[in-house]
């Protein structure tokens, strides 16, 4: 495609339940990024990958929170036993070349999670 | 860490007029200041960008200043369009780093 796609574009999920949000990049896009943002605030960093490997998950707020990028393409950001302050919209992003600040990064237009 | 703040967080011009939008970052090694636009319903689309060797860039309506003294950097449209009305980020970024920290957003209201 032409650009970053996620889905779903909307979740709504009971508290407690598991969710798997989606990220196809721009095709050849050697790294990736997940990102979180809350209502009325910045994407905030939440983990990096190079290819298939994970060189990065700081930003992940708990262990309940994790990612994969198995074949160095499609990612998968999985939140378990999600809770209420899990609600926000999940952006993901990718750029051409390794990580650095030389590579512009291309954000699709994120999954908006809700948790009841 | 590093932190980013911006302001104002909400900003309304008149078709025609000029709109700036500041930001100041804490850490003194950052060195790369995107600037993104996100429409409703949208990711964040990168507008502009300023490296800390150059103390202003333009691109047609748009320009970004750097202050590196004071830690400021700044976003100026002018001849603002209604299409320009969206929420404003700007960003910043270490060399050698990845990490984008973003700062809280500005919503821009071009009023026809």
Do not use: M
Request: net charge neutral; proline share 5%; aromatic share 10%.
């Amino acid at each position: 495609g032409a650009g970053v796609s996620q889905s779903p574009r909307y979740k709504v999920a009971k508290r407690g339940q598991d969710v798997a949000l989606r990220c196809d990049p721009i095709s050849g896009h050697v790294s990736l990024f997940w990102y979180q943002q809350a209502l009325g605030q910045g994407p905030e960093f939440l983990t990096y990958f190079q290819n298939e490997a994970q060189l990065d998950k700081s930003g992940l707020p708990s262990d309940r929170f994790f990612a994969e990028r198995p074949e160095g393409s499609v990612s998968t950001l999985k939140i378990q036993r999600t809770q209420q302050e899990d609600s926000a919209v999940y952006l993901c992003a990718s750029s051409l070349a390794p990580g650095g600040t030389l590579n512009e990064q291309f954000f699709g237009p994120g999954t908006r999670l809700t948790v009841l | 860490g590093e932190n980013v703040e911006q302001h104002p967080s909400t900003l309304s011009v008149q078709e025609g007029d000029s709109a700036v939008i500041k930001c100041t970052y804490s850490d003194s090694a950052s060195n790369y200041f995107p600037w993104y636009k996100q429409e409703l319903g949208k990711g964040p689309q990168l507008i502009i960008d300023i490296r800390s060797n150059v103390g202003e860039k333009k691109d047609q309506r748009i320009a970004v200043t750097l202050n590196k003294t004071a830690k400021h950097f700044s976003l100026h449209i002018t001849e603002t369009q209604p299409e320009d009305s969206a929420v404003y980020f700007c960003a910043a970024s270490k060399k050698g780093t990845y990490k984008y920290i973003f700062g809280t957003g500005t919503r821009l209201k071009v009023l026809a």
